[in-house]
């Protein structure tokens, strides 16, 4: 008994060497093994954290803009009449197309002025008759209009969206090294008659203009003392910048202004340089100056970031007009000012050639 006794102990140590090997090593495997899959998870871990956090950001309601166009809350479901300045042409063209597919909620629907050409004045009036919900303007509201809405007991807000230049052309052969603001005003007002007088060749100056009252565009709008002036007896009028660029084209000493969207591209006029002094013209084109040959092959494409920083000398405003006291159009129109200022939608805005405002 004494030898068995003795015999079972070593058996026993050993077992017990081998099932405390046994259970470290198990313990090593799995301290390996999850120091391993901590490692390979790691990415995974931070990508959704960060994605948590900027979830987390984007959802609070405490910010000012959204990324897209779907992305906007508040889009009611309706029919939305809207018209107004011709300068908003490419925007309606371009990206409320492009509002309309991915919001098709909202059904936008273009009117035409009965009488008149489209422009800020008209689609504005049509707003204040309640045949618009909401209207797109190149300019800002004047006192008379506010004072209308006021008789009409409405209010109206204007809502910027976007900056637009106002560009000069001239005829292709005039050799002009460019304008200063004040040449261009006293051109206007007929004190400088004759290219001569200011750099160029001897040639009388035939200015063409729309009417102020219906103009989209406005060149003394940064001076009141000119701003009850009327334009001189020299100016010929037209309804549209298309009818001016036709005839700019033809007459030698011919000049016009209006949205560089609508001038600056076009093959058979030239734009020129504008400068609050002489030597400092900013040209409202990149690079360099297309000849008619190479157009339209090539066009001049807008210089927007002259215009966005502020050195181009003539800007204009790019306003959504919104009538507060009907509840669905003021839902429509702020609903579709907040598209406009997503970052999609100044993107867009930035496109199509003109400056954002954010």
């Known amino acids: 008994m004494d030898n068995t006794n003795q015999r079972r102990i070593p058996i026993n140590g050993e077992i017990w060497l081998f099932l405390r090997g046994l259970i470290i090593g198990k313990i090593l495997t799995i301290l390996v093994l999850g120091g391993v899959a901590w490692w390979l998870l790691r990415p995974y871990t931070l990508v959704r954290k960060n994605t948590v956090a900027t979830s987390s950001q984007n959802s609070n309601p405490t910010s000012s803009f959204v990324s897209n166009f779907q992305s906007v809350a ?54 204040l008759d309640g045949k618009l919900d909401f209207a797109q303007s190149s ?22 969206v976007g900056t637009d230049g106002i560009a000069v052309v001239v005829n292709p052969s005039l050799q002009v090294p460019g304008l200063t603001v004040d040449q261009l005003q006293q051109i206007y007002l007929g004190k400088i008659t004759n290219w001569k007088q200011v750099g160029g060749p001897d ?29 001189g007896s020299n100016v010929k009028y037209v309804s549209s910048s298309t009818e001016a660029v036709r005839q700019v084209s033809k007459i030698p000493g011919g000049v016009y202004y209006a949205s560089a969207r609508a001038v600056v591209p076009q093959c058979t006029v030239k734009p020129l340089p504008l400068g609050l002094t002489s030597t400092q013209l900013i040209s ?44 669905q159009a003021q839902q429509i129109g702020e609903a579709y000012a907040q598209l406009l200022l997503t970052d999609q939608g100044q993107k867009a805005i930035e496109r199509v050639g003109f400056a954002g405002v954010r």
């Open 139 to 160: 300019r800002p509201l004047t006192d008379s209009e506010y004072s209308l809405a006021k008789q009409k007991g409405l209010t109206l807000e204007q809502r910027q």
């Open 203 to 231: 040639l009388p100056i035939t200015p063409f203009s729309q009417r102020l009252e219906k103009a989209d565009t406005a060149i003394f709008s940064g001076n009141k003392n000119l701003q009850s002036l009327s334009l």
């Open 284 to 327: 409202p084109y990149r690079e360099s100056l297309v000849t008619p040959e190479q157009c339209p092959r090539q066009r001049h494409q807008i210089n927007t970031e002259a215009i966005k920083n502020g050195s181009y000398p003539i800007t204009t405003n790019l306003f959504v007009i919104i009538k507060q006291n009907d509840v």
């Open 74 to 127: 508040n889009v009611p479901v309706a029919a939305a009449n809207y018209g107004g300045s011709a300068a908003w042409a490419p925007i309606r063209q371009l990206i409320d197309s492009q509002i309309q597919s991915d919001r098709p909620e909202l059904q936008l629907r273009y009117q035409d002025p009965n009488n008149s050409s489209p422009s800020s004045s008209s689609g504005i009036s049509m707003l």
